[in-house]
């Protein structure tokens, strides 16, 4: 049965829900809330607001793991990486396909259920591909951020459009690749766009309507704390952009998100000053958009250094007292821990390799190494541009107190710098890296002791030329550890001592974040490698 809806959409029912067994979607707030109640489903991006992208389910263990195989493949129409993070309820699994479409799956079977295309512009700049990492659930709901910077709401079970809202305008640069966070009664969505000169914010919507409740812009305006940090109107043009998922306390009411590069990303000739608060994690009320507070890494960042990775929730004892922390493994190259009530810095420590900072003081200012900003010739930095680690999702497992992150490692680059003017919808950035000829670097999967940011043991992963891994992670109680490899191991170790348990090869590249699941009573984990779905099973 073809649905007609507005000539710019369709939706393709292929097969009634209700006629095949299914309960009709239905995700309050309460659940998402409780997600760790339930963990035979997947109700957020990161698996619960504290972004610990840990299953509770334990059927795969690991004496067991070694006997898991395929059990169904879905492919996407579009052949390129697949860089999303499923959702899953209640036996059915909502996933975003590039560049602006959503499928429910059937979650024993791999069976479409419905599928929702929106078309997109042939005008819309493009910087980084075309990538979307996943989507939210709220009620009978599913929403949807577009690359030309659109909100969607579908229903959940018909796969209906029931409304689209422009979040801001895409011929500028602005796109959205994030997927939302459903908080209350609001869709929380964070845009890209930092290549461009676009200014980040934070927006919310409220979730029957799409009416905008709020929005937090990242980069401060005239009169506003943190001006003074831009020269002269250079924060019009800021970036800052806000394109991967955070995390959410609810008993603090605040929303955690990481945030990218300052506008142009390599010359910050025309930006002196720190540039609060590109390069940050930024706490937001969750009701009202107001800052609470910032915490900034990269002070004047010109090395492209987003600080977008997921920030990882976690209460535990810290030099004898109890706090509420949050974690992130940095771009830069530093782990660090922070008081998540009023973001004080209390630990920070180099992960990885790096070559730019002495430490980081007191506050967790970096102590910078002189002469490395880029030059028209090129200096050479540790970590390159991509970062030690990047977008890809850490995890936390509270069995053994481990922050788990993939690493890219022995990796540098010379940083050089370029005059550019900025126009509206062009680059604009100002430079680049250049590799270090014969230099290999590799990709390390590491335990890190959450509280300390000592390393208790790494898996390294061998990776040709400049590539690394890309792929999320996931821990199970179970006490195993799931990711992949950019050539498409998926694979399982032990999460206490890091030993090797079992691969798969999916012959496609894994750029996706593995999730787990129950369906007719069995644990599954599913992730996204290449083009397509992989769902296995004991």
Same mark, same amino acid.
């Given at each position: 049965?073809?649905?007609?809806?507005?000539?710019?959409? =369709?939706?393709?029912?292929?097969?009634?829900?209700?006629?095949?067994?299914?309960?009709?979607?239905?995700?309050?707030?309460?659940?998402?809330?409780?997600?760790?109640?339930?963990?035979?489903?997947?109700? &957020?991006?990161?698996?619960?607001?504290?972004?610990?992208?840990?299953?509770?389910?334990?059927?795969?263990?690991?004496?067991?793991?070694?006997?898991?195989?395929?059990?169904?493949?879905?492919?996407?129409?579009?052949?390129?990486?697949?860089?999303?993070?499923?959702?899953?309820?209640?036996?059915?699994?909502?996933?975003?396909?590039?560049?602006?479409?959503?499928? @429910?799956?059937?979650?024993?079977?791999?069976?479409?259920?419905?599928?929702?295309?929106?078309?997109?512009?042939?005008?819309?700049?493009?910087?980084?591909?075309?990538?979307?990492?996943?989507?939210?659930?709220?009620?009978?709901?599913?929403?949807?951020? &577009?690359?030309?910077?659109?909100?969607?709401?579908?229903?959940?079970?018909?796969?209906?459009?029931?409304?689209?809202?422009?979040?801001?305008?895409?011929?500028?640069?602005?796109?959205?690749?994030?997927?939302?966070?459903?908080?209350?009664?609001?869709?929380?969505?964070?845009?890209?766009?930092?290549?461009?000169?676009?200014?980040? =914010?934070?927006?919310?919507?409220?979730?029957?309507?799409?009416?905008?409740?709020?929005?937090?812009?990242?980069?401060?305006?005239?009169?506003?704390?943190?001006?003074?940090?831009?020269?002269?109107?250079?924060?019009?043009?800021?970036?800052?952009?806000?394109?991967?998922?955070?995390?959410?306390?609810?008993?603090?009411?605040?929303?955690?998100?990481?945030?990218?590069?300052?506008?142009?990303?390599?010359?910050?000739?025309?930006?002196?000053?720190?540039?609060?608060?590109?390069?940050?994690?930024?706490?937001?009320? @969750?009701?009202?958009?107001?800052?609470?507070?910032?915490?900034?890494?990269?002070?004047?960042?010109?090395?492209?250094?987003?600080?977008?990775?997921?920030?990882?929730?976690?209460?535990?004892?810290?030099?004898?007292?109890?706090?509420?922390?949050?974690?992130?493994?940095? /771009?830069?190259?530093?782990?660090?821990?922070?008081?998540?009530?009023?973001?004080? =810095?209390?630990?920070?420590?180099?992960?990885?390799?790096?070559?730019?900072?002495?430490?980081?003081? @007191?506050?967790?200012?970096?102590?910078?190494?002189?002469?490395?900003?880029?030059?028209?010739?090129?200096?050479?930095?540790?970590?390159? !541009?991509?970062?030690?680690?990047?977008?890809?999702?850490?995890?936390?497992?509270?069995?053994?107190?481990?922050?788990?992150?993939?690493?890219?490692?022995?990796?540098?680059?010379?940083?050089?710098?370029?005059?550019?003017?900025?126009?509206?919808?062009?680059?604009?950035?100002?430079?680049?890296?250049?590799?270090?000829?014969?230099?290999?670097?590799?990709?390390?999967?590491?335990?890190?002791?959450?509280?300390?940011?000592?390393?208790?043991?790494? =898996?390294?992963?061998?990776?040709?030329?400049?590539?690394?891994?890309?792929?999320?992670?996931?821990?199970?109680?179970?006490?195993?550890?799931?990711?992949?490899? /950019?050539?498409?191991?998926?694979?399982?170790?032990?999460?206490?001592?890091?030993?090797?348990?079992?691969?798969?090869?999916?012959?496609?590249?894994?750029?996706?974040? &593995?999730?787990?699941?129950?369906?007719?009573?069995?644990?599954?984990?599913?992730?996204?490698?290449?083009?397509? !779905?992989?769902?296995?099973?004991?």
């Amino acid at each position: 049965m073809i649905l007609s809806l507005r000539p710019t959409t =369709f939706a393709l029912l292929l097969l009634a829900t209700a006629a095949s067994g299914f309960s009709q979607t239905q995700v309050p707030y309460q659940r998402i809330l409780r997600a760790d109640d339930e963990p035979g489903n997947w109700l &957020t991006y990161s698996g619960n607001y504290a972004a610990h992208r840990h299953s509770k389910l334990t059927q795969i263990t690991p004496e067991n793991v070694a006997n898991l195989k395929p059990v169904w493949v879905y492919q996407q129409s579009d052949t390129s990486k697949w860089e999303v993070s499923p959702i899953v309820v209640d036996g059915i699994i909502y996933v975003s396909e590039r560049p602006n479409v959503v499928t @429910a799956l059937d979650a024993r079977t791999g069976r479409p259920i419905w599928n929702y295309r929106r078309p997109l512009p042939e005008d819309v700049p493009i910087c980084c591909g075309r990538p979307n990492r996943g989507l939210a659930v709220l009620g009978d709901a599913v929403y949807l951020g &577009t690359f030309d910077s659109h909100l969607v709401c579908i229903d959940a079970n018909t796969g209906v459009e029931r409304w689209d809202i422009v979040v801001d305008d895409y011929k500028i640069g602005y796109s959205i690749t994030v997927a939302p966070l459903a908080v209350k009664d609001k869709i929380v969505v964070g845009v890209s766009g930092g290549e461009f000169g676009v200014r980040g =914010f934070l927006a919310a919507f409220d979730a029957k309507t799409g009416k905008q409740a709020w929005r937090c812009y990242t980069v401060p305006g005239p009169g506003e704390p943190g001006n003074e940090t831009w020269a002269g109107d250079s924060w019009k043009i800021g970036g800052a952009p806000t394109w991967v998922t955070g995390a959410y306390d609810p008993e603090l009411n605040l929303i955690y998100w990481g945030t990218g590069n300052p506008s142009p990303d390599y010359n910050g000739d025309v930006r002196l000053g720190d540039n609060q608060w590109s390069d940050s994690v930024v706490a937001v009320n @969750a009701d009202t958009g107001k800052l609470t507070w910032g915490f900034q890494f990269t002070p004047h960042d010109t090395h492209d250094w987003d600080s977008n990775q997921v920030p990882i929730l976690i209460d535990a004892d810290f030099n004898g007292r109890p706090r509420k922390m949050l974690m992130q493994a940095n /771009r830069n190259g530093f782990y660090y821990v922070l008081d998540r009530t009023n973001g004080e =810095f209390l630990k920070g420590e180099a992960y990885a390799r790096q070559s730019w900072a002495k430490g980081l003081d @007191a506050k967790g200012r970096p102590i910078l190494i002189p002469g490395l900003e880029p030059t028209a010739e090129g200096v050479l930095v540790y970590p390159g !541009l991509e970062g030690s680690t990047n977008w890809l999702s850490p995890s936390y497992s509270p069995q053994t107190g481990l922050f788990y992150v993939q690493t890219k490692e022995n990796y540098g680059q010379y940083y050089y710098k370029i005059p550019s003017e900025y126009k509206p919808g062009e680059h604009f950035e100002n430079g680049g890296g250049r590799n270090v000829l014969g230099e290999e670097p590799y990709g390390s999967l590491k335990a890190i002791e959450a509280t300390t940011g000592k390393i208790k043991w790494e =898996f390294r992963q061998q990776m040709p030329g400049t590539t690394s891994p890309n792929a999320g992670i996931m821990t199970t109680a179970s006490g195993l550890v799931f990711s992949a490899t /950019r050539e498409g191991y998926f694979f399982a170790l032990d999460a206490k001592t890091g030993k090797f348990l079992w691969k798969f090869m999916t012959g496609g590249g894994a750029y996706g974040s &593995t999730v787990s699941y129950l369906v007719d009573g069995k644990q599954h984990v599913a992730i996204a490698s290449g083009a397509s !779905l992989y769902v296995f099973g004991l």
